[in-house]
């Protein structure tokens, strides 16, 4: 049976376009194993990770043509053409990111199309908000269909309120994926926002990020989120997530001093990571707990050999822990990954898999075999992971 006969070309455009889609919001990828990976190329620049056009094009003849270019479109010169198939766009870093926000906005056949945007913001404080913000807002129309965007702040917006967050809610009611960072953090900055009296509920919103200098404000909530991560974990975060009865995956980049983890509040995550400095904070459970997955970082030079036996003793706080990873930026220390090694892992039912493991992570496995657990081979490029450690430790380096 030839192609043509199965079904006829325009529904195969249909089903393709929806393929596409499913690529570019990742939210279907994403799960408690993956998110730490998935989570570090979203903080990434002019990065897109869909993998799924070029192994869609590979199908066929028919597809690669049905298909045409790339989905993704970095854009770095007014002067340049949009493709018209394009679902993601990338505002590459310039002086004027206000003008190529114009400029896709003038395009309605591109915009109305489009599924995720990534765009620069830069504040005047000349003015009350990011020129690139407020055009975003009183033109959202021109996005009717945008699902996930990825805000970049180049300066710090210092009176950024829940004003901010209203009209972002207001504006793109669809959105699943939302992504904010901030670029300029001038030490001792803390917002300090004005609140709603009104709920602010993001009613679709699957995938949070949160950056170092954004307002949390205690009136946001997100009924669907299932990831999200955070720069500051205090009792005050903990208050807003614990009213997102799907979470599923949790980073927290800083535990704010005296906070404690208390994972009672969250009875169905099954992902935290965090700063392995920070793991401490960590509160034990009992086996009972839905958490599988502890994932520990480090943005020293190398895990060194006193991590080891804490971070070992929070994991057997956590009973129903099934896999613990740890990454760091130039190495695992030699000892530490002897230790590791040793056989009284065992006693908490984990053992270092060497086939997942390399210079810059290791993976523990629990060594039972566990019916809630089924482990795919990990699928996520780690690279940008390992750049995004590096821009952490120049950050601390200034500081």
Known sequence: MSFEATLPAELWLIILDMAIATGITLLEQCDYISFPDIYAYLLAVDTPIDNSYGQLRLVCRTFNALLGGPPHYIMKSLHDSIPTNARAVYIAEGETPSEHVQRLLQEPSISHRLL???????HSQLSDMPIEFDLLCKNS????????LTLRFLLSWENMDSRFWALLNDAFPLLRRLVLMQYDDPEGFSPSPTEYD???TFRNLELLSVGNGIPFISTL???RLRHVALDTYSIAQQEILSLSPLLESAIF?????GTSIDLKVFPHLRLLGLEASHAGAILPVGDEHSLEHLWLYSVSLSLSQEEGP???QVARGLPGVSRVTVDTFCGVHPQLERELQRADLRSFGLAVCPILSDESRIVLKSTQTDSRVSYQPESVDQRPFLSWIRRKVRSKIQR
């Open 116 to 122: 995720h945007l990534d765009t620069f913001f830069i």
């Open 141 to 148: 129309g021109s996005l009717p269909n945008l699902q996930c």
């Open 198 to 200: 009104a709920d602010i």
């Open 253 to 257: 980049e800083v535990v704010q001093h």
């Open 221 to 223: 909530r997100f009924p």
């Open 310 to 312: 804490s971070m070992m």
